[in-house]
């Protein structure tokens, strides 16, 4: 490995350099940093699901759980996978299943349809699942002196780089 000049740039801090050779380099930095965000929220989700009483979930598990209790409203299966963006049916499926085992959520019926509504225990997991997040993550996040403005512009580009990626992974599958 050789070290670079003293007084030259490193580069944009990648996973892969041969990506960032491309075109946008910047697109690499920011592929980089979902990467190790994406991870990280997935470690958070579960270890603070862990300290809220149910240490068996996966992060799916989690956001399935929250998506359940939003609004207090039951949720059709449909309706979660189109939330999370979830194409595998059955992995969302799997979770309410899991959720349900738990006594976290419980199916119901709609007409023809099934619904899966959030049952007390759950609510009860959820708000301690706040309770924690509010102590571990938020008071800390809020310490530093982030702008709330500038991480909700941040949380608006991030979806609408998700569009990009949603339709450049449509016109991958017809090559």
């Known amino acids: 490995m050789t070290k670079p000049e003293p007084g030259r740039a ?45 240490p068996d979930l996966s992060a799916l598990d989690v956001l399935i759980l929250h998506s ?55 609510r009860d997991v959820c708000l301690r699942y706040r309770e924690i997040r509010e102590a571990l993550l938020v008071r800390s996040l809020s310490a530093t002196g982030i702008d709330a403005t500038h991480l909700s512009d941040l949380a608006g580009m991030m979806r609408a780089l998700s569009g990009h990626y949603d339709q450049a992974s449509r016109a991958a599958v017809t090559l």
């Not at 991870?39 to 603070?48: E, G, I, L, Q, Y």
């Not at 999370?84 to 199916?107: F, Q």
Request: charged content about 20%; aromatic content about 4%; some cysteine.
């Open 10 to 54: 490193l580069g944009p801090v990648v996973s892969s350099a041969h990506l960032a050779d491309g075109g946008l380099p910047a697109l690499s930095e920011f592929e980089f940093g979902m990467i190790l965000a994406g991870h990280a929220f997935n470690r958070w989700m579960t270890r603070c699901m862990a300290a809220a009483g149910v």
């Open 68 to 122: 359940v209790n939003h609004r207090g409203r039951p949720k059709r299966l449909a309706d979660l996978c189109l939330v999370l963006s979830i194409e595998d049916t059955h992995l969302v499926s799997y979770g309410v299943k899991k959720l349900e085992a738990a006594g976290l959520v419980a199916s119901g019926q709609a007409g023809k349809g099934k619904t899966i509504e959030i049952t007390e225990r759950g």
